[in-house]
């Protein structure tokens, strides 16, 4: 499915990947439920990654790991990565919570896991 502009995937990433920085909202709604290769650019306060540049995505793992271990092992052997870069990761698209307020919101917004939308325990 995926090519990043360091792999060599048989299909290119779509227009959405033009080599800029998104947020991590952003990757996770253009690449849900695929797993994403990520150059990390910017990390939130607790030093989790928060927004980077898609190198690589596909529905299987194993389809990113051509590309991932591409690159780690190029900036490995040279010491070499983009100046902007803080680090890589593989994530898979779905939306992560902080907090577990957000969590619950989201299932009973939802209604998933069986969580009743809109109806408060009795």
């Avoid at 952003?26 to 849900?32: H, I």
Wanted: with cysteine.
């Amino acid at each position: 499915m995926g090519e990043g502009r360091y792999g060599d995937a048989s299909e290119p990433l779509d227009a959405r990947d033009d080599g800029r920085v998104m947020t991590m909202d952003e990757v996770v709604e253009a690449y849900a439920n695929e797993w994403i290769f990520l150059e990390i650019t910017e990390r939130d306060e607790h030093g989790h990654p928060s927004g980077g540049r898609v190198l690589a995505h596909d529905s299987r793992r194993g389809g990113i790991q051509p590309t991932a271990m591409e690159v780690l092992v190029r900036v490995k052997e040279t010491g070499v990565a983009p100046e902007d870069v803080l680090g890589y990761t593989i994530i898979y698209g779905v939306k992560l919570f902080c907090r577990a307020e957000e969590w619950e919101e989201h299932k009973r917004r939802t209604g998933l896991f069986g969580g009743r939308r809109d109806r408060r325990r009795q």
